[in-house]
């Protein structure tokens, strides 16, 4: 197999040796190591995540009385609107990305990805992106239209300050980021797989990886067009969606939701792909019903692309369109079914432990199965008409995206931070953290349900005391307080644990995929000899049945003796966003001399990266390096 | 230790894996599956709002077949000596690549001086990105392939440039191969522009 650290050099410049792991600051804006730029995805993705939840914050205290008013009017808008815009794109996909970059080259036996130097854009562009957003708020406020920035508001008519434009341009480059991460994955595990890594020997976390990759390659690009078509008509007086010219606002929200609904799954398979890893573990038993699984995932892959009008039921397309989308949307609830029995079979009979990741799985559990009943009432179409756009439907997404996606998110922290720093993660703050969250956001999620029913729309400002939303809403904010505290002493964990945890071996949990038969944390090359894989838990088959140690490939997959092939550090990719992004500026802020700049920049980026031969580097593997299973 | 080995046993140990493409070239692949997604969200937005033409004269009066017909001829033949160029590639014969690589640049920007004189005309007559939902679907469903052929055209001139350092030998056949992959993909998708837009808007 061609894999960047197998080939073969011929001529040019000879590739320097490098014995130690360059450090500082630099070595970190230049470096192409999936891991460290895993590593940049969880710590970006977590400082967007504090901000956007502030923001929550604010929302809930303006909620919690009846007539408040902690903030004004049209900044209730903006918090809404870049809450929810932060929480699906700056900090819930970085985090899942964070964690596909930190495991998935590991779990099947390669040294990085396939495009490595692409990884590293993929990491600028989203923080590029994400920035130039919030930089928005000193630019005459941020974006005000909600999260989906449905049209006519969103137009230049009722929205004519450069919020909008932030939210068009800005998603616009951390989106082409995305999209580069989905090629890169996608290339990835097609290709670098270690000999004997077959399709169904890859862990599940992989798969769920292939799965979220190919979602991300057919969802964005539909993204990419409705941004454009909004950026043209706000930016040059294009005629797409204003009405009065016969343009159609319902292209938005078409064009929105062929790529929403998929995102959401974008958002949830890498979790489910999480829990696939945590459960087996802990439960000391292998995946009940593996290929049901994989069968699973791409079934629910496949479905999130045809059940896109169910976002739109109340839009007006007629009794039969609702009808189908409204099974299809049903349907769904049988692959991700059969997931969640098979994770209750996994641990049914085994030895369970416990421990805090085993407790986020439980919660996971839990409230995802919740989010998903109440998933279910929304796919009736006629019933929807009544939920739709009131706080039913806030209750059921955050159940999914908070009792789902951030959940496995924490469970794959307290699983997986021992293999990347070394340390554990601390058990008694973990269990505080996990109790303070769960109750915390039963109590602000589970009253939502109560005030959709009796009402309440989303994204109201505020309301009268008389129409009896005050209780229900004041308990909500109170239930705010404890989510905050848990996240406050989950964070302490995070900060306190990276120095000072307790030090972790290089297989602390008995594991059953690669990561763990290398040291923690692992070595830049991640192994110091490409591994023969032969079997599904292929770390587990040989603790059990080999010898407690990866036997090597075959001589085929390996480079000159006593070195190892890395591609080298690299401040392009860096440059290239920072163009993109000044750019995107000179288009916000009708400057043409900024974006000349800027697209020229972009030109020299491109074409010094497209044709810059990367000589790489040899890397010689530390002495004491072997791994084995303990007894 | 040596207890009976059922994983191990029933599932043969593979000690060779079927041979892959190079990393390129299925990234290219990749990338240009999304991109047929990118244009088949503008030529539905085409097709959406080609009627809405908000007053003005619609696209099959304003349009000249014949000045597309040459175009559409002179991109497709770029196609033709991309291919011709690749075969060069493969024998070494580097001259004869760089030739064919120049031929298939000065076709992809003849195209692009077309359609910017096609522009031209359109928008002399008052139809523009601005005038209609009809010319806003327009231009940018074509004004984005045409940005397409001239990114083509500048990776055409780039590489031409890369061929004269010593790395080239080495990468040339992949390098040229992802160069074409992405080419042919933009005349097919120029095949489908034509029928769609020119065609059909002429017939109606």
């Known amino acids: 197999m061609a894999t960047h650290s197998e080939r073969v050099w011929h001529g040019g410049h000879a590739p320097s040796a490098v014995a130690e792991e360059p450090r500082g600051l630099w070595s970190w804006l230049t470096t192409v190591d999936h891991k460290r730029i895993g590593q940049m995805y969880m710590g970006a993705g977590l400082f967007f995540f504090l901000l956007a939840g502030i923001e929550a914050f604010l929302i809930r205290l303006q909620l919690a009385r009846p007539d408040n008013h902690v903030v004004s009017a049209a900044l209730f808008n903006q918090l809404f609107t870049m809450h929810g815009v932060t929480m699906v794109f700056l900090a819930g996909m970085p985090l899942l990305i964070g964690f596909i970059n930190l495991v998935v080259p590991i779990q099947i036996g390669a040294r990085d990805v396939a495009f490595p130097r692409l990884n590293a854009l993929s990491l600028w562009l989203f923080i590029g992106g994400g920035l130039m957003l919030y930089t928005s708020w000193f630019f005459g406020g941020a974006p005000d239209a909600g999260w989906f920035n449905y049209v006519p508001i969103s137009g230049i008519q009722y929205s004519p300050g450069p919020g909008v434009d932030f939210y068009d341009i800005g998603l616009q480059i951390s989106g082409i980021g995305t999209l580069m991460t989905g090629i890169n994955f996608l290339t990835t595990i097609i290709n670098l797989r270690a000999p004997g890594m077959s399709w169904l020997r890859l862990p599940m976390f992989v798969w769920a990886t292939f799965v979220t990759s190919l979602l991300i390659v057919f969802a964005f690009p539909p993204l990419t067009v409705d941004l454009f078509l909004q950026t043209f008509d706000r930016l040059f007086g294009a005629h797409f969606f204003s009405v009065a010219a016969g343009g159609s606002p319902l292209l938005w929200a078409n064009l929105f939701w062929v790529f929403g609904h998929p995102e959401v799954y974008i958002l949830i398979m890498p979790a489910f792909g999480i829990i696939s890893e945590v459960v087996p573990v802990m439960s000391r038993r292998p995946l009940f019903g593996y290929t049901t699984m994989v069968l699973s995932v791409m079934a629910i892959g496949f479905l999130s692309f045809m059940v896109w009008v169910h976002h739109m039921f109340d839009l007006g397309y007629g009794p039969w369109v609702n009808s189908i989308f409204a099974l299809s949307s049903m349907l769904i609830a049988v692959p991700t079914g059969v997931k969640i029995f098979n994770w209750l079979t996994t641990m049914w009979g085994g030895q369970v432990r416990m421990n805090t990741a085993m407790h986020w799985v439980m919660g996971f559990l839990i409230t995802f199965v919740i989010g998903g009943m109440s998933g279910v009432m929304l796919a009736l179409a006629p019933a929807d008409l009544q939920f739709n756009n009131s706080y039913f439907v806030v209750a059921h997404f955050h159940y999914v995206l908070i009792g789902g996606t951030l959940f496995a998110i924490f469970a794959g922290m307290y699983y997986w931070f021992p293999k990347y720093t070394g340390r554990f993660l601390n058990e008694t703050l973990g269990k505080w953290q996990f109790w303070l969250v769960f109750i915390g956001f039963n109590v602000t999620f589970f009253p939502m349900h109560f005030l959709g029913l009796m009402g309440m729309p989303r994204r109201i400002y505020t309301y009268a005391p008389h129409l009896g939303l005050t209780f229900w809403n004041s308990v909500s904010t109170d239930g705010v307080f404890i989510l905050s505290a848990g996240m406050v002493i989950g964070a302490i964990n995070v900060l306190w644990s990276y120095g000072h945890g307790q030090l972790a071996s290089a297989d602390p949990w008995d594991g059953r995929t690669l990561e763990w038969a290398i040291p923690s944390p692992p070595p830049a090359y991640n192994f110091a000899y490409i591994p023969q894989v032969r079997g599904l838990d292929a770390w587990w088959v040989e603790k059990r049945y080999g010898n407690g140690r990866m036997l090597p490939a075959p001589e085929a997959h390996h480079g000159p003796p006593g070195t190892i092939h890395m591609p080298t550090s690299t401040p392009m990719p860096l440059f290239l966003a920072l163009s993109i992004v000044i750019a995107g500026y000179g288009l916000i802020l009708h400057s043409l001399i900024l974006a000349i700049i800027g697209f020229a920049f972009v030109a020299i980026g491109i074409h010094r990266s497209m044709f810059t031969v990367d000589p790489g580097m040899y890397v010689r593997p530390h002495e004491v390096e072997e791994v084995r299973a303990d007894g | ?204």
């Open chain 2, 1 to 204: 230790m040596a207890e009976m080995n059922p994983h191990l046993t029933t599932h043969p140990v593979e000690t060779e894996m079927p041979a892959a493409p190079d990393n390129s070239v299925l990234g290219v692949w990749i990338w240009l599956s999304a991109e047929s997604l990118f244009f088949a969200s503008l030529i539905a937005t085409f097709l959406l709002l080609h009627n809405q033409t908000n007053g003005g004269p619609g696209l099959g009066r304003l349009i000249d077949l014949q000045l597309t017909f040459i175009a559409t001829v002179t991109l497709l033949s770029s196609s033709l000596t991309m291919a011709l160029g690749y075969a060069q590639v493969l024998k070494g014969n580097l001259g004869g690549f760089r030739f064919w690589l120049v031929v298939t640049a000065l076709l992809g920007l003849g195209f692009a001086g077309m359609q910017a004189f096609e522009f031209h005309h359109l928008y002399t007559q008052g139809f523009s990105l601005s005038s209609s939902p009809a010319g806003s679907a327009f231009f940018t469903l074509t004004g984005f392939h045409g940005l397409h052929v001239l990114f083509g055209a500048f990776w055409l001139i780039s590489l031409l440039a890369f061929s004269f350092k010593k790395e080239f030998v080495e990468e040339a056949a992949v390098k040229v191969k992802v160069l074409g992959l992405y080419w042919h993909f933009v005349d097919v998708v120029w095949v489908i522009i034509f029928t769609v837009v020119y065609l059909m808007g002429k017939v109606a």
